[in-house]
């Protein structure tokens, strides 16, 4: 008989698994075992790997390879969930306080192991040191963490935007903070549809960039942000910053067609790789009345909009670039990076909007180029 099973324990936070859920097997959220390991540092891997991503239950009394429920012996039980319950307390930092209960399938006891997304990231084991001791969840296996992963769940914990960091060995003079703020100006007004909407565009100014922390001021001396450097198009340390833009032959990357390489300002760069699209794509028309319209095989907003999200909302310490991929069949714009904490794309789909890069995203409003509230996704998959 396939039934629901009960919560026997005091958690309160697991929804209770189900048979079909559980022969679904191990997934980015779900790992198996089938008793408590001797050592420990075989599950608490996984428990630091779900503070750091998005959460998720280890089950203990299943089998991982077969999914068979075998179940913990009920005279250990609550030996085992209190071994859980020290060990996970004694080994990792920050502190992670998981949900234990217990929940009965077929006759059989397991014990349900929930981690909550933690606030206070990056989470690793004690033991190892936060360089070796860190790990992430990618699909249905923890893994050690890449030193750039780390470093982005370290200012993610910390609460502090990437673009904001000062750049200590570098200085930057009157002169090109001015050019740079004429240079954003002139790109807001040439956004605008009308001279109304143009002369209601301030001029950019010092005092704006650094209360967007795109300038910082330390010991009397202004400092550059790596910020400001994507936006003034000057190179930045440890990572690639331009949008790599290709068509390929058919469904996949096997065979090049066209590439090209968009470098310069980032908001510079969005305008090449849309342009580009339009280029490569397929325009139809269609006739409404006696008036001939022409129709991309793509709707325009969207291309623009996938473009500007990618960069704009990209990791930066990822040392990867945005990408730009035509098919046959499709468009692929790949942005590097994690989701963000509490970001899920359920959760973006319905609007849900966490800024990566609070500083660009601001220079970015500014100029015209993304909107707020989070409409973009949901404008995508309307058109």
């Known amino acids: 008989m396939l039934r629901k099973g009960n919560v026997l324990g005091t958690g309160n936070g697991c929804d209770d698994m189900t048979i079909k859920e559980i022969l679904a097997g191990e997934s980015k959220n779900v790992e198996f075992k089938v008793a408590l390991p001797e050592k420990s540092i075989k599950y608490m891997k996984t428990v630091v790997a779900f503070a750091n991503g998005q959460g998720g239950r280890i089950i203990f009394g299943v089998q991982d390879d077969t999914c068979k429920i075998v179940g913990i012996p009920n005279e250990i039980v609550f030996k085992t969930m209190d071994a859980i319950t020290n060990a996970i307390s004694d080994s990792c930092e920050p502190t992670i306080v998981p949900d234990i ?119 009397g001396k202004i400092l550059p942000t790596y910020g400001f450097n994507l ?13 790599q833009c290709a068509v390929f032959k058919g469904k996949t990357r096997a065979v090049f067609v066209d590439q090209k390489k968009y470098e310069g300002p980032i908001y510079q760069q969005i305008d090449d790789a849309y342009d580009f699209v339009l280029r490569m ?39 990867s670039n945005v990408q730009v991929a035509l098919y046959d069949d499709r468009l692929e714009v790949t942005s590097p990076g994690m989701l963000s904490r509490d970001m899920t794309i359920e959760r973006m789909k319905e609007g849900y909007s966490k800024i990566r890069n609070r500083g660009i995203a601001s220079a970015f409003s500014y100029m015209k180029i993304i909107e707020g509230w989070g409409s973009g996704i949901p404008r995508m998959l309307e058109e």
């Open 231 to 243: 936006l003034a198009g000057k190179p930045i340390p440890s990572a690639l910053t331009c949008v």
């Open 101 to 219: 209960s217990l929940q009965e399938i077929e006759g059989k006891t397991l014990i349900v192991v929930e981690i909550v997304p933690g606030m206070q990231r990056p989470y690793y084991i004690k033991s190892s040191g936060i360089q070796q001791g860190t790990f992430m969840r990618i699909g249905g296996t923890t893994r050690s963490i890449e030193p750039y992963m780390l470093r982005e769940l370290i200012l993610d914990g910390s609460g502090r935007s990437f673009d904001s960091i000062p750049l200590e060995d570098q200085s930057v003079s009157e002169e090109e903070i001015k050019q740079v703020c004429s240079n954003m100006t002139e790109y807001a007004k040439s956004r605008c549809k009308t001279e109304e909407e143009r002369s209601s565009i301030r001029p950019l100014t010092k005092n704006q960039l650094q209360s967007w922390e795109l300038l910082v001021e330390r010991n």
């Open 281 to 319: 794509i397929r325009m139809g028309a269609k006739i409404e009345g006696i008036v001939r319209q022409d129709i991309y095989e793509f709707p325009l907003g969207t291309v623009r909009e996938m473009i500007c999200n990618a960069v704009c909302h990209r990791s930066y310490v990822q040392p």
